[in-house]
Each structure stands twice: as C-alpha cells, then as structure tokens.
C-alpha cells in the first residue's frame, strides 16, 4: 500500500501548480482521499477533502476559490490544482486516503511546496 505525491517545487507568487498523488496497492475507489499541508514550526492542516465518488468537495476557507481537488479513480489518483498561489501556501503538502467502510487510513510522504518571488 503506498501514496505518492509528485509535482510539488518553486513557484512565484501569482502562480500555478498541480499536486497528484497516486495509489497502489489498494483501489481508491473505496477511500476518500484529502489534501493537508504543514508549514514549518505549524500543525498540519486539512486542505481539502474529496469523496470516494469525487461527488462532494470540501475546502478550507484559506484556499476556497483558489484550490481544486479532484479526482480520476481509473488512474487510481487524485489531485491539487493550485491557483494564484502565496507565500503563505508555502508547506509540505500529504495526501491521506481513508477508507469508507473501516478505519483504514494511508499518508504519502509528502511533496514540497515553495511559494517564492
């Protein structure tokens, strides 16, 4: 069972970047994944969460109208589409999956984010 989260790196303020974050070893399908983010010396924080089905979205309100989280279960993966983003967006951004049906509940390594003139 592993989530890999990719495509995270430097950007100016302003910018844009997309998180993916890919599964295996068990099908997404059957799990509502999130995005968190933690900054240095903060907690990690919850960004956004996406069903199991990608019908229902949630946010933070520090990223709504800035963040899309979707999803592709065919892919087996689910992503962050990140705009106009600012130096407070500055973390290491995880990918949680959880199970629907049971207490099951995976983290990704991370991958960073750097928001940056």
């Known amino acids: 069972v592993q989530l890999v989260e990719s495509g995270g790196g430097l950007v100016q303020p302003g910018g844009s970047l997309r998180l993916s974050c890919a599964a295996s070893?068990?099908?997404?399908?059957?799990?509502?994944m999130s995005w968190y983010r933690q900054a240095p010396g903060k907690e990690r924080e919850l960004v956004a969460t996406?069903?199991?089905?990608?019908?229902?979205?949630n946010y933070a309100d520090s990223v709504k109208g800035r963040f899309t989280i979707s999803r592709d279960n065919a892919k087996n993966t689910v992503y962050l589409q990140m705009n106009s983003l600012k130096p407070e967006d500055t973390a290491v951004y995880y990918c949680?999956?959880?199970?629907?049906?049971?207490?099951?509940?995976?983290w990704g390594q991370g991958t960073q984010v750097t928001v940056s003139s």
């Open positions: 070893g068990f099908s997404a399908s059957w799990y509502h």
């Open positions: 949680k999956a959880f199970a629907v049906y049971s207490s099951d509940t995976y």
């Open positions: 996406i069903s199991s089905g990608g019908g229902s979205t």
